[in-house]
């Protein structure tokens, strides 16, 4: 696999075959297939294709996740009438902040985390029942592939992507099975690759799509789908919570969602803003599972899956430019999702309706995207809300205080808090006060991240090129030791990075095989050196209903 960040069709010396569409999606998420259904509605001889690295269209998607129905019903007016195979209505909403040893309910559940009229789904589950229908429309989706560069004319502009080639070891060599991506052009390739798009990074930097915003801030969800003892369960229950185990200086938060079949799908948040070097968000989520109000929910149940994945969380102020010559960015790979909901899903669905009504009124011309969306409902509804997870950069409590104030005023606040790059906020250790944990014994399975992995189903072939790349080793073993203790070995949920010592001296492995894919390291690192970039296809996790 190619390191170099673009390709002009010229420079490559391999013979490979080419496909042409009018338009090529990158991802067949939410908003990578409301777009291409839109787009054929409105016009059924234009060209589509979807591309998903995923060896099955959902395998890497995960989410909460409760979405708000609006943009949806506008999309397939007749969805509530043969619904997604996870699909339940909200009922009941519940808010609490806990201590170690217990906690209290709030009389009043924020506004944002009221769920009545929406629906507690499985987005992977989602995904997957919409690709058929994008498929009667004459949507081309191909799972397993998955796109490794952008191609370029010389003036820069965006001609569409280059596939991964298959079958290659990982010392670079070519196994017997080799085959060579293929190109597929394209008068549009529109990103919808979610949080941390690998494209998407390399292009905003391409084109200095972020010059006039804020840095882009994520956080990392972990989520695990349970079976649990009859009589547990009240489906369509929700609750969410605040506080331990996280101090009151990070940001962190819980949800907990009762499914039908006596399931609950739960999950832990944690900004990648946090500042403790020693801070581990897996860890965080393991212990939040053993307080003494969840336990019991969960105490001989069993896990069926689990997973973790990057959100983005930069809100209206980290938005970048998302049109540049040839391409457009939708969904969350824009940054769209709205943080005090904990939703993003309406929003993708809504940019990616958005964008194909503006290449199908434009000729496929991306130019005038950016201003579309930045009039559209989807950024105002951001724009509102705009200063509250900022808020929580300076504690807890500042930020309750912030949350109630901004959302007292609709966001009318005459000021727009700024944020910095998550890669950028860890304290060195010595230098960082460590909080008093508070941890407790926790005795429900996984029992480590090894096994949590395995709930992740996540399949790479051994041999193949190692797809998180490391600028500089050598960072690792002597300055990143000494400053912040090595934390890629904490933040990565799956145990991907181990310093081992052996005959050859200390040094950096990685368990490349074990990767869920949630971009963590490419996000959180303190030394920006490390950069993921796609496996070959169809490879990493294989999600069932997250």
Known sequence: MTEHPTSTIAADAVERDVMEYDVVTVGAGPAGLAFA?????????ISVCVIEKASTVGAHILSGAVIEPGPLDALLPGWRDNPPPVCV????????????DGGFKSPL????????????VSLGAMCAWLAPQAEALGVEIYAGFAAAETL???????LGVRIGDMGVARDGSHKPGYTAGIDIKAKVTVLAEGARGHLTKRLVKRFGLDADSDPQSYSIGIKEL????????????IVHTLGWPADNRTYGGSFLYHLDNHQVALGYVSGLDYADPHYKPWEAFQQWKNHPLIKPLLEGGSILSAGARAIVTGGWQALPRVEMPGALLVGDTAGLLNVPKIKGTHQAIRSGMLAAEHLAASGLQPAGFDAKLRDS????ELKKVRNIKPGFKKGLWFGLANAAWETALGGASPWTLRGKPDWCSLDKVGEHESPKRDYVERTLPPRDRLQGVYYAATEHDEDQPVHLKVADTSICVDRCTAEYANPCTRFCPA??????????????????????????CDIKDPYEIITWVTPEGGSGPNYQNL
């Open 89 to 100: 209505p909200a009922r009941e909403d519940e808010f609490w902040f806990l201590t170690k």
């Open 37 to 45: 259904i839109r787009l054929k509605q409105l016009d059924p001889d």
């Open 377 to 380: 409902e989807a950024m105002a």
């Open 226 to 237: 349970w079976q649990v003892p009859e009589g547990r369960v009240v489906p369509g229950k």
């Open 495 to 520: 145990g991907v990075y181990e310093m081992v010592e052996d005959a050859a001296g200390r040094r950096l492995q990685i368990n490349a095989a074990n990767c869920v894919h949630c971009k963590t």
């Open 109 to 120: 559940v924020p506004p944002g985390m009221r769920n009545h009229g929406n629906f507690i």
């Open 152 to 158: 370029h004319a010389d003036d820069g502009t965006v």
